[in-house]
């Protein structure tokens, strides 16, 4: 039984909703928007607290269809219920769908109820049934492996026409050869043998006669190549006094002048720039014809006119997997071959076919060019850096509350103290989850500009923050503590200024080489 079943837009207005609990699961609705369907997620399933969201868009009238149900249950057939009911939605709904009139009050009750009943016994008759085995494209074996792509130079392997050559010529070769088999023997053995020297006796005739012609030597091949002088790069000739000349004015001396080069002017300042990327736009371009929508072929002769040319023209297709599925399996291919992981790959190919399924192609649109901007779009969204930093370490404390994890970790590297707009992300970290515990983590190897980092760092954290009492350092962690030997003055300082602790100190790179300080080997070297 469905706990929950609503149909929103994408704009998020509610067009209907049915709930058989009593629960509020607007969170869990929420939660699903936020983790998958925003971030474009493969997979049409998400679990938040012991419930089961599936979900399906409509990505011409940009809908999205979500049904709840409690993970224990394991219905089967929800996947059937949410394509049934997005077409009995579609066809009843159409006209006000395309006029976006979503606050007409929709009667969908018994609409719903039948085609949920439809499924609930489409699920039964499955269950009775027993189970088929998969065949060998569901199976692992059938998937391509990045070994497989992998082209070496030498190996070329033959392609099918070449092997029916192969066959062909030596079927060929076969039957003329057999006849000479077959032969019937005249004569004697005698006669034979005299026939066979004749023909050797022939072979050898026309070999000496080969050896005694042969093409003379051209004349300029016999002369020998006679010296010639050296000539110095920088040594000069009796050419080149006339150029170097200078004791008398020339007039076209006095025409000359020096003009400056401004090409390079402006072009080392101190910024950053992008990093410099080789469009392939080129390559995409040329694979565009390759995946055009096949029309089926009618067997009526075309009519011609000149309304014929505008009839080709206005018109649209809406994609389906189909459609989509070979330009998805190239741009599979090329993101292995560029060393994305072959499940990521797959992934992304798939939340880009979820995109695209149901999309009205547009007039002068290719499918090979709505498939590479989806899939860049994509790549965009997430190599954007833009996270909520507090959100982000929300979710893991909340997580780890779940699971009944006792400690969370959260790593800030990278926060620089003269980064405002990162000191305040930090700041705002500290305030909405209040940590028990604020570490600097410093390199013992820089000496006394440790220090300064240490003190903006706790000078940034007070600034930015709103609370009249803000959360500051509670301790230092100074790494790489085993390459500075005795000049552990640093050690002091640090801790002298801010009155905090050191909690750890590192020797090495992993958890086991955190180390407490100990204080009296510091003390006896700095007595040293």
Same mark, same amino acid.
């Given at each position: 039984?469905?706990?929950?079943?609503?149909?929103? /837009?994408?704009?998020?207005?509610?067009?209907?909703?049915?709930?058989?609990?009593?629960?509020?699961?607007?969170?869990?609705?929420?939660?699903?928007?936020?983790?998958?369907?925003?971030?474009?997620?493969?997979?049409?399933?998400?679990?938040?607290?012991?419930?089961?969201?599936?979900?399906?868009?409509?990505?011409? =009238? $940009?809908?999205?269809?979500?049904?709840?149900?409690? %993970?224990?249950?394991?219905?089967?057939?929800?996947?059937?219920?949410?394509?049934?009911?997005?077409?009995?939605?579609?066809?009843?709904? %159409?006209?006000?769908?395309?006029?976006?009139?979503?606050?007409?009050?929709?009667? =969908? /009750?018994?609409?719903?109820?039948?085609?949920?009943?439809? /499924?609930?016994?489409?699920?039964?008759?499955?269950?009775?049934?027993?189970?088929?085995?998969?065949?060998?494209?569901? /199976?692992? *074996?059938?998937?391509?492996?990045?070994?497989?792509?992998?082209?070496? *130079?030498?190996?070329?392997?033959?392609?099918?026409?070449? *092997?029916? %050559?192969?066959?062909? =010529? #030596?079927?060929?070769? #076969?039957?003329? #050869?057999?006849?000479?088999?077959?032969?019937?023997?005249?004569?004697?053995? $005698?006669?034979?043998?005299?026939?066979?020297?004749?023909?050797?006796?022939? %072979?050898?005739?026309?070999?000496?006669?080969g050896d005694i012609k042969k093409s003379p030597k051209s004349p300029k091949a016999q002369e020998k190549a006679s010296k010639k002088p050296r000539v110095w790069d920088l040594g000069g000739t009796s050419k080149d006094l006339e150029s170097l000349e200078r004791t008398v004015d020339r007039p076209e001396d006095a025409k000359s002048h020096f003009t400056p080069d401004t090409e390079m002017v402006g072009q080392m300042q101190g910024s950053i720039k992008d990093l410099e990327v080789e469009s392939s736009d080129e390559e995409f371009e040329e694979d565009e014809n390759e995946y055009v929508i096949e029309q089926p072929e009618s067997k009526k002769p075309a009519k011609g006119g000149m309304f014929s040319i505008f009839k080709g023209l206005v018109g649209s297709k809406n994609l389906t997997l189909a459609d989509v599925n070979p330009a998805l399996e190239k741009l599979k291919d090329h993101l292995i071959a560029k060393n994305v992981a072959s499940d990521i790959a797959i992934k992304l190919c798939d939340s880009v076919a979820a995109k695209l399924e149901g999309k009205v192609l547009g007039t002068f649109d290719s499918v090979a060019t709505i498939v590479k901007n989806t899939l860049t779009d994509s790549l965009?969204?997430?190599?954007?850096?833009?996270?909520?930093?507090?959100?982000?370490?929300?979710?893991?404390?909340?997580?780890?509350?779940?699971?009944?994890?006792?400690?969370?970790?959260?790593?800030?590297?990278?926060?620089?103290?003269?980064?405002?707009? &990162?000191?305040?992300?930090?700041?705002?970290?500290?305030?909405?989850?209040?940590?028990?515990?604020?570490?600097?983590?410093?390199?013992?190897?820089?000496?006394?500009?440790?220090? $300064?980092?240490?003190?903006?760092?706790?000078? #940034? &954290?007070?600034d930015y923050s709103a609370n009249t009492n803000p959360h500051l350092i509670d301790g230092i962690v100074l790494t790489k503590f085993d390459t500075i030997d005795d000049k552990v003055g640093a050690a002091i300082s640090m801790t002298y200024i801010t009155g905090q602790p050191i909690v750890f100190v590192g020797t090495g790179q992993t958890y086991t080489d955190l180390k407490a300080l100990n204080v009296k080997a510091v003390v006896h070297s700095l007595m040293k």
């Open positions: 039984m469905l706990d929950l079943f609503t149909i929103f /837009s994408k704009g998020g207005i509610v067009l209907w909703c049915f709930q058989s609990t009593s629960h509020i699961l607007t969170s869990s609705v929420n939660a699903l928007i936020q983790n998958v369907i925003l971030q474009e997620r493969p997979t049409n399933t998400y679990e938040d607290n012991g419930l089961l969201l599936q979900y399906k868009l409509d990505n011409e =009238f $940009d809908l999205v269809f979500v049904a709840a149900y409690q %993970k224990i249950l394991q219905l089967s057939y929800v996947d059937k219920f949410l394509n049934d009911i997005q077409l009995e939605f579609r066809d009843k709904y %159409k006209n006000e769908l395309a006029d976006k009139r979503y606050f007409q009050g929709l009667d =969908f /009750s018994q609409t719903f109820k039948s085609v949920l009943q439809r /499924s609930e016994a489409w699920g039964k008759s499955q269950s009775k049934l027993p189970k088929q085995m998969r065949t060998f494209d569901e /199976s692992d *074996k059938s998937k391509k492996t990045v070994s497989s792509m992998i082209e070496r *130079k030498g190996e070329e392997k033959p392609t099918k026409k070449d *092997k029916k %050559k192969e066959v062909n =010529f #030596a079927s060929e070769n #076969a039957v003329q #050869a057999s006849p000479a088999l077959d032969q019937p023997q005249n004569g004697t053995i $005698d006669d034979t043998l005299a026939a066979n020297r004749a023909k050797f006796a022939q %072979k050898m005739a026309q070999k000496k006669k965009v969204q997430i190599l954007r850096y833009g996270k909520d930093a507090a959100g982000i370490a929300m979710e893991a404390i909340k997580f780890a509350r779940d699971t009944k994890v006792d400690v969370v970790l959260i790593d800030t590297a990278g926060r620089m103290q003269d980064n405002e707009p &990162l000191m305040r992300a930090l700041t705002k970290l500290i305030k909405v989850n209040e940590p028990d515990l604020v570490l600097f983590v410093g390199e013992a190897l820089v000496g006394n500009e440790a220090v $300064d980092q240490l003190v903006k760092f706790n000078q #940034a &954290l007070a």
